[in-house]
């Protein structure tokens, strides 16, 4: 079956350093990965998408990479700040359609300052 | 633009009872899910509506769970007899396609969540 997968273990890193965070897909190819960010009690938002013909793609201090051999996308933060700490959730979905996102478990992490 | 709208934030019931939660879109936006989330877990799809037709729905949705989104605009959810299972976090999400990407793009509201006893 298909599934999208994130380390559900807490990732803490110390302030300034850069934060990489993995999202995995198995048993099928999508066509977009997309990256949001969820606080506490509150509903996600979009951060960065990237499709399947692209390697890499930059927000800022935002980087999403996509590799299409390892089924794997990987998301950087660069320059870590404390307000950066969330929880990020990976969503892939596909073309035509209305595209429904399926999301992973989520990966929290802590920027410690 | 005031983003997603949920009602109401919260909703504390008894099991057995019905609740309903609202969820006004992005106007803008013809296309309008619900998921549902769990603590550690994340948003699960339940429904998908494209203006006022419900063009999928997830086998989590059991039938005591009905959705609807009368002309097209804003959306309601209503679980029917609650179980302590259905406690939950609901999210509604409207979409736009990004830009030249093709992609289509979730716009979350703050959720309503549902704590049955």
């Known amino acids: 079956s298909q599934k999208i997968e994130q380390n559900s273990e807490a990732l803490n890193i110390q302030e300034g350093k850069t934060a990489t965070l993995t999202c995995n897909y198995t048993?099928?190819?999508?066509?977009?990965l997309q990256w949001y960010r969820q606080d506490p009690g509150r509903g996600p938002v979009f951060l960065l998408l990237?499709?399947?013909?692209?390697k890499e793609k930059r927000k800022e201090r935002l980087k999403v990479t996509f590799d299409t051999t390892l089924k794997q996308s990987l998301f950087h933060i660069t320059a870590s700040q404390p307000a950066d700490s969330a929880t990020y959730l990976c969503g892939s979905s596909g073309t035509g359609g209305y595209q429904k996102v399926t999301f992973g478990t989520g990966t929290k992490l802590q920027v410690i300052p | 633009d005031t983003g997603v709208s949920q009602n109401p934030r919260h909703k504390i019931t008894k099991r057995g009872q019905n609740v309903t939660f609202r969820c006004d879109p992005i106007?803008?936006?013809?296309?309008l899910y619900w998921y549902r989330q769990t603590l550690g877990q994340g948003p699960e799809f339940l429904t998908y509506?494209?203006?006022?037709?419900?063009?999928?729905k997830s086998r989590l949705l059991s039938d005591r769970f009905s959705a609807e989104r009368p002309k097209g605009s804003f959306s309601t959810l209503e679980i029917q007899r609650t179980e302590q299972g259905d406690s939950a976090m609901y999210l509604c999400?409207?979409?736009?396609?990004?830009?030249?990407?093709?992609?289509?793009?979730?716009?979350f509201g703050a959720g309503s969540r549902l704590t049955v006893l």
């Open positions: 990237i499709r399947e013909n692209e």
């Open positions: 509506f494209q203006n006022e037709a419900q063009l999928e």
């Open positions: 999400a409207s979409s736009r396609i990004a830009g030249n990407s093709g992609a289509n793009v979730l716009t």
């Open positions: 106007s803008e936006h013809n296309r």
């Open positions: 048993n099928y190819s999508p066509a977009y």
